[in-house]
T-cell receptor, first 114, second 119 residues
Framework: AQSVTQLDSQVPVFEEAPVELRCNYSSSVSVYLFWYVQYPNQGLQLLLKYLSGSTLVESINGFEAEFNKSQTSFHLRKPSVHISDTAEYFCAVTLNQGAQKLVFGQGTRLTINP | GAVVSQHPSWVICKSGTSVKIECRSLDFQATTMFWYRQFPKQSLMLMATSNEGSKATYEQGVEKDKFLINHASLTLSTLTVTSAHPEDSSFYIC???????????????FGPGTRLTVL
């Protein structure tokens, strides 16, 4: 079975500072990887995904994540955060076969301070 | 594109009543939808996989008779919480999977969620 670990439950940073949200996964077979963002009282929005190809994937709002197979990681980064980035971020994995159910990490609450 | 809606966005009901939550894919067809439950400040827990035209597949520990799922069309899945009790109070989120994509796999798009409060 797959599992996802987000090492930080909360990450406070100052506006315009860089941030990294860590995600490690465990799986005996190939997986697809995702980052979702959840704003207060809303559902999840897909931020970015890795299916195959280039290990560095980017979102339209400046986030990027790099798939590292040897370290089984998919950390999310942004060089300069804004107040509007305050949200809960979830890392998720799924097998690239079968029912393709998503397995989520525990979530990381990113708080941006002015 | 790939918008998923849920209705209602919030509902308050009395203990013992049943509540139906709708999940719709607005601009695409989804043969597979998923229902999740999220407790405050926690991650999403998959409850069941809803397949159009067939029975839902429930995760271990989820009561089939309590959480009835119907996927009658390619754009609509419903979750009915029967004989609701206060412990059923939660945030329920659905997702719909876009078919195809690279490697034959589709991305899940999530609805905005429904907050259920049982008094």
């Amino acid at each position: 079975a797959q599992s996802v670990t987000q090492l930080d439950s909360q990450v406070p940073v100052f506006e315009e500072a860089p941030v990294e949200l860590r995600c490690n996964y465990s799986s005996s077979v190939s997986v697809y990887l995702f980052w979702y963002v959840q704003y207060p009282n809303q559902g999840l929005q897909l931020l970015l995904k890795y299916l195959s190809g280039s290990t560095l994937v980017e979102s339209i709002n400046g986030f990027e994540a790099e798939f590292n197979k040897s370290q089984t990681s998919f950390h999310l980064r942004k060089p300069s955060v804004h107040i509007s980035d305050t949200a809960e971020y979830f890392c998720a994995v799924t097998l690239n076969q079968g029912a393709q159910k998503l397995v989520f990490g525990q979530g990381t609450r990113l708080t941006i301070n002015p | 594109g790939a918008v998923v809606s849920q209705h209602p966005s919030w509902v308050i009901c009395k203990s013992g009543t049943s509540v139906k939550i709708e999940c719709r894919s607005l601009d695409f067809q989804a043969t597979t939808m998923f229902w999740y439950r999220q407790f405050p400040k926690q991650s999403l827990m998959l409850m069941a996989t809803s397949n159009e035209g067939s029975k839902a597949t429930y995760e271990q520990g989820v009561e089939k008779d309590k959480f009835l799922i119907n996927h009658a069309s390619l754009t609509l899945s419903t979750l009915t919480v029967t004989s609701a009790h206060p412990e059923d109070s939660s945030f329920y989120i659905c997702s719909a999977r876009v078919e195809g994509g690279r490697g034959g796999w589709g991305t899940q798009y999530f609805g905005p969620g429904t907050r259920l409060t049982v008094l």
